[in-house]
């Protein structure tokens, strides 16, 4: 099902989509070398619950994962790259952070991810991987907007990931948001312009590139969840949630510092 926003709901869409961001600055802001993933999940938890927000991970479960998801954020380290589930682990210095967030706001999803490197080290291997992603992100969002398809974006997102020389998974990519959080259309992070459904005012998008160093086989964790890289390399993961409006895209998850 693909829904499209009318224009009195977009409102509530970008309260959803500031939530979501001011929620994951927060926890970036928090996390060190020491932090441990079950304190970000329940930081997640309380900062949801005191916005009087609705969670879209903890009763999730989904054909791709074993039962209720059961916590309120993914947090994926290093090898792991999406729906890594919270567990009792301390990060490190050096620490490839992806986190993930999805809430509902008055009805309406945003859907969010950013990936960190944990202390003061900076491996260059894992900065240029963050980058390419951020990069792909900032792409597909270029080429959103009334008239553009769905193969445009994903075209944009796969040439950024292909010349940065990233395999390209195509299992998981973008979808629609709207009143629950996966909806049509895909988007997939590879595609050919000018193909696929034509981009309407009021449709919200997730996209998010997210690679791994040197593969594009996933591999699902002994939890059932956590999906992490099959060569053990890391990886990398960037998500917004964009409206499609009369005039272009408007990203809905961008944090406050980076807003114009
Ligand atoms: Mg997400
Ligand atoms: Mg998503």
Known sequence: MIEILNPTELPRAREAGALV???LQTLRSRCGVGTNLLDINLWAQSMITEAGALSCYVDYEP???RGPFGHYIC????????????????????DLL??????????????S??????????????VAMISATERALSAGIAAAGPGARIGDISHAIGSVLSEAGYPINTEFGGHGVGSTMHQDPHVPNTGRPGRGYRLRPGLLLALEPWVMADTAQLV????GWTLRSATGCRTAHSEHTIAITNDGAEVLTLPKQAQP
């Open 21 to 23: 961001a001011g929620i």
């Open 63 to 65: 054909s791709f994962g």
């Open 75 to 94: 947090t994926s380290v290093n090898d792991a790259v999406l729906h890594g589930l919270p567990y009792d682990y301390a990060l490190a210095d050096g």
């Open 98 to 111: 992806t986190l993930d967030l999805a809430v509902s706001r008055g009805g309406v999803v945003a859907d």
């Open 113 to 126: 991810a950013i990936s960190f490197i944990v202390g003061g080290s900076n491996p260059p291997e894992s």
């Open 220 to 223: 699902t964790d002994a939890d």
